[in-house]
């Protein structure tokens, strides 16, 4: 009898469930496995979710658990648009009704984490090397009408720097993201277009911090390029596939001497990826361990990354 009553409370016990709301057609599956990795029991993947449905959805999350199950359940939001992540982030949590609230991580294509560990990087390579702060420098995100180059942009600028984002192809796609993404966070971004070298040389030549979230498999500063920038400290790609995004960053690179610059060091994208794996497992499994509720975003993910490099 006392093994059945055992068995009947250890059937009884919550499990953790992860629900991760996306409004694309799929679930991210790197976003699973890292859940899965976080000890989360159960994860249940809902594809097509708009911020109108966020509301509904909460709560019928919240309301299904009580008061204590709440605290072993939590939401994770994805996707690739990061204005609709927000959105979704500032919805869930309004949808929350005490002590019916459970945490939320947005981290849309992984951006936040990714954009939090470069600019994480940059920053330690800047002060341990030249004891610069960000907001000492201007610093140019090329790539930076993507997820990754808009979370990076919106980072650096709130730290401090003066930050522009830089499109390939568009400087009016450049400069209403810019106006909007200022207008979302309060930041002070810029945007221009670099299509050819010339274009980038001149751009580079006065910079201090470059950026590299370009689509990967393209080299968007070559060496010839780099050597016009004679004030360049740091610069971070995370373009993992060769050609490197910049010349002669190596993946590996965590402060390495840039070839054919004056004194430029290197971030490469493994030393990137490597931070922001800890980053997302450490926010996934904040969300498990905290006694309260958080709502995590791209600040969020900044300030642990900065710990994860600082301990």
Known sequence: MKFLIQEK???????????MFDPMPNNSPFDVNMALDCDFDVLVPYANVNPDSIHRLTQDVIFSRGPKGVK??????????????????KNAKKSMVPP??????????????????????????????????????????FGGTGPVGIA??????????????VDHFS??????????????????L???IATFDEEKIKLIEDTDLIFCTAKAGIQILSAEVLSHAKQLKV??????????????????????????????????????GNVKYKVQHALLSSMLKSDKP?????????????????S
């Open 9 to 19: 409370g250890k059937q009884m016990a919550k499990r953790s469930i992860l629900h």
């Open 72 to 89: 072993q359940t939590a939401i994770f939001i994805g996707g690739r648009d990061i204005n609709v992540a927000i959105d979704m982030l």
């Open 100 to 141: 019916f609230e459970v945490s939320v991580l947005a981290d849309p294509s992984g951006a936040f984490t990714t954009a939090a560990a470069l600019v994480a990087c940059v920053e330690k390579e800047l002060r341990d090397k030249f004891n610069k702060e960000l907001k000492d420098c201007k610093a140019l995100v």
């Open 152 to 165: 990076t942009g919106v980072i650096a600028s709130l730290a401090g720097a003066n930050t522009t984002l």
């Open 171 to 188: 400087s009016e796609e450049a400069l209403s993201l810019a106006e909007e993404y200022n207008r979302l966070f309060e930041c002070n």
């Open 190 to 192: 810029s945007g221009t």
């Open 235 to 272: 610069v971070g790609d995370v373009n993992a596939v060769p050609p490197a995004g910049i010349a002669g960053v190596q993946v590996n690179d965590f402060g390495a001497p840039l070839e054919g610059t004056e004194n430029a060091v290197a971030v490469g994208p493994l030393a990137v």
């Open 294 to 310: 958080v709502y995590l975003d791209f600040i969020a993910a900044f300030e642990k990354a900065k710990e994860i490099l600082e």
